[in-house]
Every structure is written in C-alpha cells, then in structure tokens.
C-alpha cells in the first residue's frame, strides 16, 4: 500500500513538472487590463456658442436662409477642391481689415459641423486682431500664441463645438507674441495638432494681407488660400495684387466676394431643407 502511494506521488509530481514545462499548458498570469487610449477630442471641454451671438454675428446655423445656401456651397466646393488636390489646410486672408474675413471663416467652420462625417479644426492665426472667439461667443482662458509657443498644450486650450469642431482662438492680443507666426515651434506644434487631432480640414483666420508679413510667413504652413474681397470695398487692384503675392508662395484656392447684395435673389426660398 505504501508502495502505492509513493508511486502516485511521483506520478503527480511529473505531471506537474510536465505542465510546467509546456507554456501551451500554462495559466497565464492576471494582471491589469490594458488601457484605452484617450483620443485628444475627448479631452476638450464641449461648448455651445450662443444662439443670440451667432446671429448676431451673422453665423448662420442652417441652410435655410439665402446667406446659409452661399456658405454651403462655399463649404461643398472648398472640400472637393481640397480632396482633388491632397490638399489639408486652408488660410483665409483679406486685402485688407472690414472684409469679412473671420466671418466667413466661422461660417465655413460651423458649416463644417453640421456634416454628419469629417472632422475640422478651426485655429485664430490673426495675432494682432483676434476676432474669433467674440464671433463664436467663445471665453479662452489661454491664447493662441501660448498653444504655438508650447506654454500650453492644445488640449487644454482648445474647445468642442458639436463633437467634431475643435476651435483655437484667443480673446485678446498681446504684442511679445506678434512674431510668433515666424518660429519653427509654430510650424512644430501644428503638425502636432494634425497628427493628434486627424481632422480631414484645417481652417486658419490669418490676418489681413496689407500691413503686416504675418501671411507670407504663415503661407508655407498651409497648403492653400481664400481670399476674401468686400464688394464696394476692395478694389480689383488689392484683390489682384493679393492674389498675385500670395500665389508665389502657396496655392490660391479662390477668392470670395463677400457682402454682396445683389445675388440674393437667386436663392430658392421655397426649396426644402
């Protein structure tokens, strides 16, 4: 009987030995469950513009009304343009300040929004004159200068507008940051933002083109340009001069006459959206 026993033992020891020896037979560990990783667009604090202000503003929310039809088509036209040509960024610029620029750059990025696919990120490159947070009702408490100069990362400053818009704009300018679109920490930290963010269009309210070398020295960070003429206000000279400066430094993807009034009629008021 003892002999028994001794044998069974043994028996039970060698196939421990065995199973040991077979990883295929090994229980793995328990340890922690890997981590999902963070996307950057769920780190931005969501945000909805006021209603009131965007009106106010002119941003129109829907294609209803005529103005709401241009931008649409504005909006429609730009991403084939952009999708023929591999192109990713687009500038907006003006000859000159009380065009409309920003305008009609938050009206192309809050278009943007409304597609039921695609994401958009929306940057306030005019240093001098950011506009763009009081046009979309927006209170950042950093700058745009402070995210392109790395003191502050673009997560933490930029916002959500319907999930699929972030935005980057400033409240006020300050002038130790006029240069700051001439460093190649700018040029750094935008790549950045496309390679976290992967949006399939950037927008950027640059300043106006007269006046400053902001937009030459910004043009070789973007793949393209809107230019955009006042109707009654620039002159064919600014918007040809503007256009032909432009042009020997970055693509120009069109020029847009803003505050026309004499196309209003064309749109179809009885059409369904």
């Known amino acids: 009987m003892e002999r028994l026993q001794v044998a069974v033992q043994e028996a039970r020891e060698r196939r421990a030995r065995l199973t040991e020896a077979d990883p295929r037979t090994r229980t793995p560990a328990l340890g922690p469950e890997p981590e999902t990783p963070v996307s950057p667009w769920d780190k931005l604090s969501n945000v909805?513009?006021?209603?009131?202000?965007?009106?106010?503003?002119?941003?129109?929310?829907?294609?209803?009304?005529?103005?709401?039809?241009a931008i649409d088509l504005l909006r429609t036209r730009l991403?084939?343009?952009?999708?023929?040509?591999?192109?990713?960024?687009?500038?907006?610029?003006?000859?000159?300040?009380?065009?409309?620029?920003?305008?009609?750059?938050?009206?192309?990025?809050?278009?943007?929004?409304?597609?039921?696919?695609?994401?958009?990120?929306?940057?306030?490159?005019?240093?001098?004159?950011?506009?763009?947070?009081?046009?979309?009702?927006?209170?950042?408490?950093?700058?745009?200068?402070?995210?392109?100069?790395?003191?502050?990362?673009?997560s933490d400053q930029m916002v959500s507008i319907g999930g699929n818009l972030a935005v980057c704009a400033s409240r006020s300018a300050h002038p130790e940051d006029a240069n700051v679109l001439k460093t190649r920490k700018a040029r750094e930290v935008l790549d950045e933002i496309?390679?976290?963010?992967?949006?399939?269009?950037?927008?950027?309210?640059?300043?106006?083109?007269?006046?400053?070398?902001?937009?030459?020295?910004?043009?070789?960070?973007?793949?393209?340009?809107?230019?955009v003429g006042a109707s009654g206000e620039s002159s064919i000279d600014q918007l040809d001069r503007t256009e032909s400066d432009l042009s020997q430094y970055t693509n120009i993807a069109g020029i847009v006459l803003n505050k026309c009034r004499y196309l209003a009629g064309d749109s179809d008021a009885a059409y369904p959206q």
Do not use: H, Q
Request: proline share 8%; net charge positive.
């Open 194 to 227: 496309e390679r976290d963010f992967a949006p399939d269009i950037m927008l950027f309210d640059a300043p106006p083109f007269f006046g400053t070398d902001a937009v030459i020295a910004a043009s070789d960070m973007v793949d393209c340009v809107v230019i």
């Open 79 to 154: 991403l084939k343009l952009m999708a023929s040509n591999g192109w990713k960024r687009v500038m907006i610029t003006s000859p000159n300040s009380g065009c409309g620029k920003t305008n009609v750059c938050a009206n192309l990025a809050m278009a943007l929004s409304r597609r039921p696919e695609g994401r958009a990120v929306l940057i306030d490159l005019d240093v001098f004159r950011p506009s763009l947070a009081g046009t979309l009702g927006l209170n950042p408490t950093a700058g745009v200068a402070d995210v392109l100069t790395g003191r502050v990362a673009p």
């Open 48 to 69: 909805t513009p006021p209603r009131r202000r965007l009106l106010r503003g002119r941003i129109f929310l829907n294609a209803r009304a005529p103005g709401g039809v």
